[in-house]
């Protein structure tokens, strides 16, 4: 049960978990005779009896006129009220966010999905007209009260959510939502600023991931908000969209069946769907049996001759399906899980997975602990715990999560025989190589994003040693790692260039046409080509030139290289100030700017608060 005052509305409100009296919204003092009750308390508290009055009136239950009873189905855990927009909202046992007129409770406004668990804790923030909501699993979500719809999820590992949540609650002067669990967790809010007329976005939500299908030379996007586009590789044209789950459960990750011709996403509730994405049929759902958990990456191997999707997030075990294409339309369950995964697997939630055939699977988490796996036996091959940035001494408070991995195979390490080598993302921007077969141990460290931001993505082009990494601020970084020196803690890039104004989702390198595929929660999907010319065609010299984003009206051709301007800049990344080149004209600080900027170190000018 809650029980909260709200002065603005002069009133108690009180939930239970029974669902003809969810929520009661009552005034402090009955209507009826009340200036005579106020008087009377007044005049006994001025004289000072210290004897026990018998007043004019005798408490009683309140009248109907005076209170608003709502029911909702299976009660009502959280609640909170909004002068402003005349606004209450509930919620409860069945994930459902309502909205209500506070003084109708025949039904409610509207009702907002998304939440994959009972929601425990809300509040509104009448300043920001939204809606902040945090349900069992710890993760929290963002409304837009006019556009009722979710803007923001935030994953509690990464938010650093432990333990139940008990309370949450949003500070307007500091735009900072605080909540509380086995310790108070603070999540800074930055918010979106208007879109420029000039700038073309993919999706209305943030790109969690996109893929190339080579069979049908398609690019396949998904969205924060669970929308799915296909869209025409050689043109940029959509070709369809279609919205992958009724509850707007957001899409996590996604991959391709061995021909590319099924799509397979996962989710923040803990499934994988099967999609026939040029249709936008679901063909099978596969999911754990009871508590489901979300799935971070999932990927499609083959071993043996038998294909598998292999599955891996937040409940810390590794789920294998069996790939059975002509067994559709029901529930699969995944195999057994293996005896080392569930004695010495990992302790924290796994965050990626990649695989080095025919047998080496390797799963990071995020506490920054790899483990090589052995896939025909299940067995543990290595394990591997990533080192910190250089002379780093406070190790509290660093992101050591692994979110992306590559093997390199017959990679030349300290001028010994190839070697299979892993490469994963360290703290601070930076990159660690491992030496998987020869010695299993770490060979070195470097140095990649140049404003010390966490890589998000790795990726190796097909038949070469060249290394792309994308970093939480857009930046994509190329490496030849065929002259890699290990020595050197800072290696010269061959090439770098702003891709994105926000963190890169997803990063392939499409080997046949040499170009690059990106996305990003800045919400679009991007070509580039493999030196990071932006693809760009133009019909009149003298305009600004057209952007090659997916969802941009005009049509483009891949296979002409003419259509390509170098350098073709992206708009919204041309006027950001992270985009700013380094220049000595740019490094003269003036009286004021020595004012402004005295207490901000180097590293805090290029870091990205976000929620």
């Given at each position: 049960?809650?029980?909260?005052?709200?002065?603005?509305?002069?009133?108690?409100?009180?939930?239970?978990?029974?669902?003809?009296?969810?929520?009661v919204v009552g005034c402090v003092l009955p209507s009826t005779h009340s200036a005579q009750q106020l008087k009377e308390i007044r005049e006994e508290c001025y004289e000072g009896k210290n004897r026990k009055i018998q007043l004019s009136w005798i408490p009683q239950a309140r009248a109907s006129g005076d209170q608003t009873?709502?029911?909702?189905?299976?009660?009502?855990?959280?609640?909170?009220?909004?002068?402003?927009?005349?606004?209450?909202?509930?919620?409860?046992?069945?994930?459902?966010?309502?909205?209500?007129?506070?003084?109708?409770?025949?039904?409610?406004?509207?009702?907002?999905?998304?939440?994959s668990s009972p929601i425990v804790s809300l509040c509104i923030s009448s300043e920001d007209s939204q809606i902040f909501s945090v349900s069992t699993d710890s993760t929290v979500k963002i409304w837009h009260i006019q556009d009722q719809c979710c803007l923001f999820t935030a994953d509690p590992i990464v938010s650093g959510i432990h333990g139940n949540v008990s309370a949450c609650s949003y500070s307007p002067a500091m735009r900072s939502l605080y909540v509380a669990a086995d310790c108070i967790a603070v999540l800074p809010l930055m918010l979106r600023s208007k879109r420029h007329s000039r700038i073309t976005v993919s999706h209305d939500e943030a790109v969690m991931c996109c893929g190339y299908s080579k069979e049908f030379r398609q690019v396949v996007s998904c969205s924060e908000g669970s929308v799915v586009k296909v869209w025409?590789?050689?043109?940029?044209?959509?070709?369809?969209?279609?919205?992958?789950?009724?509850?707007?459960?957001?899409?996590?990750?996604?991959?391709?069946?061995?021909?590319?011709?099924?799509?397979?996403?996962?989710?923040?509730?803990?499934?994988?769907?099967?999609?026939?994405?040029?249709?936008?049929?679901?063909?099978?759902?596969?999911?754990?049996?009871?508590?489901?958990?979300?799935?971070?990456?999932?990927?499609?191997?083959?071993?043996?001759?038998?294909?598998?999707?292999?599955?891996?997030?937040?409940?810390?075990?590794?789920?294998?399906?069996?790939?059975?294409?002509?067994?559709?339309?029901?529930?699969?369950?995944?195999?057994?899980s293996w005896k080392d995964d569930l004695k010495n697997g990992h302790k924290e939630g796994i965050l990626s997975v990649v695989q080095c055939p025919p047998s080496l699977l390797a799963t990071g988490s995020y506490n920054g602990e790899i483990i090589v796996w052995n896939v025909a036996s299940g067995s543990i091959n290595c394990r591997f715990v990533g080192p910190l940035a250089a002379?780093?001494?406070?190790?509290?408070?660093?992101?050591?999560?692994?979110?992306?991995?590559?093997?390199?195979?017959?990679?030349?390490?300290?001028?010994?025989?190839?070697?299979?080598?892993?490469?994963?993302?360290?703290?601070?921007?930076?990159?660690?190589?491992?030496?998987?077969?020869?010695?299993?141990?770490?060979?070195?460290?470097?140095?990649?994003?140049?404003?010390?931001?966490?890589?998000?993505?790795?990726?190796?082009?097909?038949?070469?040693?060249?290394?792309y990494a994308a970093d939480r601020i857009g930046y994509i970084y190329i490496y030849n790692m065929e002259t890699f020196d290990p020595e050197q803690r800072s290696p010269r890039a061959e090439h770098f260039w702003r891709a994105h104004t926000g963190s890169i989702t997803s990063l392939q390198i499409v080997t046949s046409d040499q170009v690059v595929l990106t996305s990003s929660t800045d919400?679009?999907?991007?070509?580039?080509?493999?030196?990071?010319?932006?693809?760009?065609?133009?019909?009149?010299?003298?305009?600004?030139?057209?952007?090659?984003?997916?969802?941009?009206?005009?049509?483009?051709?891949?296979?002409?290289?003419s259509s390509w301007t170098h350098p073709g800049v992206p708009y919204e990344v041309l006027i950001?100030?992270?985009?700013?080149?380094?220049?000595?004209?740019?490094k003269r600080k003036s009286h004021l700017s020595i004012a402004i900027s005295s207490d901000m170190t180097e590293t805090d000018r290029g870091e990205l608060k976000t929620l």
């Open positions: 049960m809650l029980v909260k005052y709200f002065h603005s509305f002069q009133a108690v409100a009180s939930s239970s978990n029974e669902e003809t009296s969810s929520l009873v709502f029911s909702v189905c299976k009660g009502v855990k959280a609640f909170d009220l909004c002068q402003k927009h005349s606004l209450l909202v509930t919620g409860g046992m069945d994930r459902l966010l309502r909205l209500w007129n506070p003084r109708f409770s025949e039904k409610p406004t509207a009702i907002l999905k998304g939440h025409d590789f050689d043109t940029g044209r959509q070709v369809f969209e279609f919205t992958a789950t009724p509850d707007l459960t957001t899409i996590t990750c996604m991959t391709f069946d061995l021909k590319g011709r099924r799509l397979i996403t996962g989710g923040t509730n803990g499934c994988l769907k099967v999609w026939n994405f040029n249709s936008g049929q679901c063909l099978k759902t596969l999911k754990k049996e009871g508590k489901c958990h979300l799935v971070s990456d999932c990927i499609f191997l083959e071993v043996q001759g038998f294909s598998y999707v292999v599955a891996v997030g937040g409940d810390r075990r590794i789920d294998i399906y069996s790939d059975v294409p002509e067994d559709l339309y029901h529930v699969q369950r995944p195999q057994p002379k780093e001494q406070n190790t509290e408070g660093l992101d050591t999560s692994v979110p992306s991995m590559v093997f390199i195979k017959n990679l030349k390490v300290l001028q010994l025989s190839p070697t299979t080598a892993l490469l994963t993302p360290g703290v601070k921007g930076w990159v660690n190589l491992w030496d998987v077969l020869g010695g299993r141990k770490l060979v070195s460290s470097f140095k990649v994003s140049k404003f010390q931001q966490k890589i998000t993505k790795l990726s190796i082009a097909d038949k070469t040693t060249l290394l919400r679009t999907v991007r070509l580039w080509s493999a030196q990071g010319e932006f693809i760009d065609i133009r019909r009149d010299f003298k305009s600004w030139s057209h952007q090659r984003t997916f969802g941009q009206p005009e049509m483009w051709s891949v296979q002409i290289p950001d100030p992270l985009s700013m080149p380094h220049h000595d004209i740019l």
